[in-house]
């Protein structure tokens, strides 16, 4: 897709917004509708809340009489790919007089040609005037460039932030009024406040910008959140007159900022920066490092590195990734590909290696490893190995062989010569705030707007799915549950209908009389959690008009047809179990067929099974049934 705005529409933009819209939309979405909203998404993603616009602006005039500013802008993006700009007016807040000087020959920063970052900005409306005008903010901040004079000379007065480990030994009435030039090493996640779920707090961590010196925090509080819009890891900021606020133990609120902070990141932790009412932010551009990725379009990107892993951060990559030209140390990576196997594995070196080198973190030898084999989809038949744990791990297990998978949030590194993938919720794992995203897993094939508009699927991807499934419409003829000798059984009462699982590997368990579970297919064994309920074998005689043929029912499908949770089942009478199975007759059924094993109860030979399912309540042959069935 492409934007106005080059390349920040990205294919795992696109992808990730389609998987939403199919979720919404379980009868099917048109190809016109789907446009639609994805436009609509782009562009609430970009503009956000129009109360508080955010921009990037150039100072074309300071009328120091008037105290205004005149600002170069542009109010639609039509006007900014036009190459048209616009002038408003904005009343300069009184935090900032004092930095003003008497007229454009002087040196202040508000000569013209000075970049400003506003954020919080308020329309005034005024009559008798075509120009856009704006009340003050007092959410600047002055874009600086050492290359300029006054810049330079700014910067070299500021005092170094390592000053701050001395604080006690500054004049009381010098305490307020320092002027600190400091480098931004992380911006940690907006929280709510100890004292007020209703209000917020954003902790940035600031470090002298040489050496290796402890780091401060400079925490801003509920609308002063939005400050941390205009800024980004790696900028160099000259801090004037920050509010130096004295730790506290004993407060609550104080205990809970220094607790979040990422444990590889050494915190000073008797004085933290705040955003006083006098305080002035000056910021030097970080200098982003680059990495080159090759596309197999043949198209050079430069790709901005993560800041603590220094790995290429591929969040903006704008294409779908080749499985045969994958780039080795990467982060936040997204794979579209079909599942051709998985492998269950106690631990996976790859992620302790990773968690070690980069975050200190080693304890991770619990977590079970699903080895998930992707192939590509983009005809190349090119693999790509990822080792997935935690929730991912288990929601690859639910998924089939054959079926196409989404994964985001995926760090690509080298192992024994080849790229593989590692896939999880990152900050549970590594129990910090992080730049990786964490992962998220879209089973495609499963969603149900799959079935009512392939049309909208790429060739390609309605190719990819199961070679062997087919879309069907058909009636259901009789229900019945398969007892462990495999004989059918549709009053419910020759065995269990539902059947206990390990979560992990989706796979029968048991428990013995010390309440200790096991696990035969994982060779594993514990005391507590990672089960789940699931339904028995239940087959199903479908007749789609031509032929009546046996099929088997998934276990996630099985959920569905009943409407109810195996659990629930079970504590149903007998009576009640075979109502739900005659319920099922004359359904008329819009489903997913696949080839399984062959499977063969009493003198029965099963060869497929029903993954997705829709019933058509509309349908001549269901209304009929129902009304038969109330008139017998």
């Known amino acids: 897709m492409v934007c106005g705005a080059g390349r920040e529409l990205s294919m795992s933009w696109v992808v990730e917004n389609l998987v939403n819209l199919f979720t919404e939309y379980p009868d099917g979405i048109t190809y016109a509708i789907a446009i639609t909203e994805m436009m609509v998404r782009?562009?609430?993603?970009?503009?956000?809340?129009?109360?508080?616009?955010?921009?990037?602006?150039?100072?074309?005039?300071?009328?120091a009489t008037r105290h205004t500013l005149i600002l170069a802008l542009t109010e639609t993006e039509e006007d900014c790919f036009d190459g048209n700009r616009k002038l408003a007016h904005m009343f300069l807040h009184q935090r900032f007089e004092r930095f003003a000087g008497n007229g454009n020959v002087d040196l202040h920063p508000f000569n013209a040609k000075r970049r400003l970052l506003l954020t919080n900005l308020q329309r005034f409306e005024k009559r008798n005037h075509t120009a856009l005008w704006y009340l003050p903010t007092d959410f600047m901040v002055f874009e600086a460039t050492l290359s300029d004079p006054w810049d330079k000379g700014f910067y070299d007065q500021a005092l170094c932030l390592s000053t701050l480990t001395q604080w006690q030994q500054i004049p009381t009435e010098l305490i307020h009024l320092q002027c600190l030039r400091m480098k931004i090493v992380?911006?940690?996640?907006?929280?709510?406040?100890?004292?007020?779920?209703?209000?917020?707090r954003q902790s940035i961590v600031v470090s002298p910008v040489k050496g290796d010196g402890a780091s401060f925090l400079f925490v801003l509080w509920d609308q002063q959140i939005m400050l941390s819009q205009l800024l980004q890891p790696g900028d160099l900021l000259i801090v004037d007159s920050p509010f130096l606020h004295e730790c506290d133990s004993g407060v609550d609120e104080h205990a809970a900022i220094f607790s979040e902070v990422p444990s590889y990141v050494r915190v000073y932790p008797k004085v933290f920066l705040e955003y006083g009412s006098s305080t002035v932010i000056f910021r030097v551009p970080a200098v982003i490092q680059k990495?080159?990725?090759?596309?197999?379009?043949?198209?050079?990107?430069?790709?901005?590195?993560?800041?603590?892993?220094?790995?290429?951060?591929?969040?903006?990559?704008?294409?779908?990734?080749?499985?045969?030209?994958?780039?080795?140390?990467?982060?936040?990576?997204?794979?579209?590909?079909?599942?051709?196997?998985?492998?269950?594995?106690?631990?996976?070196?790859?992620?302790?290696?990773?968690?070690?080198?980069?975050?200190?973190?080693?304890?991770?030898?619990?977590f079970t490893c699903v080895v998930a084999t992707i192939r590509?989809?983009?005809?190349?038949?090119?693999?790509?190995?990822?080792?997935?744990?935690?929730?991912?791990?288990?929601?690859?297990?639910?998924?089939?062989?054959?079926?196409?998978?989404?994964?985001?949030?995926?760090?690509?590194?080298?192992?024994?010569?080849?790229?593989v993938g590692l896939c999880t919720k990152w900050r549970d794992l590594l129990q910090s705030e992080t730049q990786l995203k964490d992962g998220v897993l879209a089973n495609w094939s499963r969603l149900t707007g799959f079935l009512s508009s392939p049309d909208f699927y790429?060739?390609?991807?309605?190719?990819?799915?199961?070679?062997?499934?087919?879309?069907?419409?058909?009636?259901?003829?009789?229900?019945?549950?398969?007892?462990?000798?495999?004989?059918?059984?549709?009053?419910?009462?020759?065995?269990?209908?539902?059947?206990?699982?390990?979560?992990?590997?989706?796979?029968?368990?048991q428990i013995d009389n010390n309440n200790v579970y096991s696990c035969s297919s994982c060779n594993k064994k514990w005391t507590c959690g990672d089960i789940s309920w699931t339904f028995k074998t239940i087959l199903l005689e479908v007749e789609d008009?031509?032929?009546?043929?046996?099929?088997?029912?998934?276990?996630?499908?099985?959920?569905?047809?009943?409407?109810?949770?195996?659990?629930?089942?079970?504590?149903?009478?007998?009576?009640?179990?075979?109502?739900?199975?005659?319920?099922?007759?004359?359904?008329?059924?819009?489903?997913?067929?696949?080839?399984?094993?062959?499977?063969?109860?009493?003198?029965?030979?099963v060869t497929q099974r029903l993954d997705i399912y829709r019933t058509l309540e509309s349908s001549l042959s269901s209304v009929l049934h129902k009304q038969i069935q109330g008139f017998l």
């Open 42 to 63: 782009y562009k609430l993603d970009r503009t956000g809340d129009v109360k508080n616009e955010s921009i990037t602006t150039e100072l074309v005039q300071y009328e």
């Open 186 to 200: 992380e911006v940690l996640s907006t929280r709510p406040c100890v004292s007020s779920a209703a209000l917020r």
């Open 458 to 509: 790429q060739r390609k991807l309605l190719a990819a799915p199961l070679s062997h499934s087919t879309i069907a419409s058909f009636t259901i003829v009789q229900a019945s549950f398969a007892t462990n000798n495999g004989v059918l059984d549709n009053t419910c009462e020759n065995d269990d209908v539902i059947v206990m699982i390990h979560d992990v590997c989706n796979k029968p368990c």
């Open 291 to 366: 990495g080159v990725i090759l596309t197999q379009r043949n198209e050079t990107l430069d790709i901005p590195k993560e800041e603590h892993t220094k790995f290429s951060n591929l969040t903006y990559y704008p294409y779908l990734l080749s499985f045969s030209k994958l780039p080795p140390k990467s982060v936040n990576g997204s794979v579209l590909g079909m599942l051709i196997g998985f492998e269950i594995i106690p631990t996976s070196s790859r992620f302790e290696n990773f968690c070690a080198t980069y975050y200190g973190v080693r304890d991770i030898n619990r």
């Open 376 to 419: 590509d989809l983009q005809g190349e038949q090119a693999i790509v190995q990822v080792d997935c744990v935690g929730s991912i791990a288990r929601e690859i297990l639910q998924c089939q062989i054959g079926h196409v998978i989404f994964m985001q949030g995926v760090v690509f590194i080298e192992s024994q010569n080849e790229i």
């Open 545 to 605: 008009g031509s032929t009546a043929k046996w099929i088997v029912a998934d276990p996630h499908c099985a959920t569905l047809l009943f409407g109810v949770d195996p659990l629930t089942f079970d504590q149903f009478t007998y009576e009640r179990k075979r109502q739900f199975l005659t319920d099922l007759h004359g359904k008329q059924t819009l489903g997913m067929l696949s080839l399984c094993p062959v499977k063969t109860f009493e003198k029965i030979q």
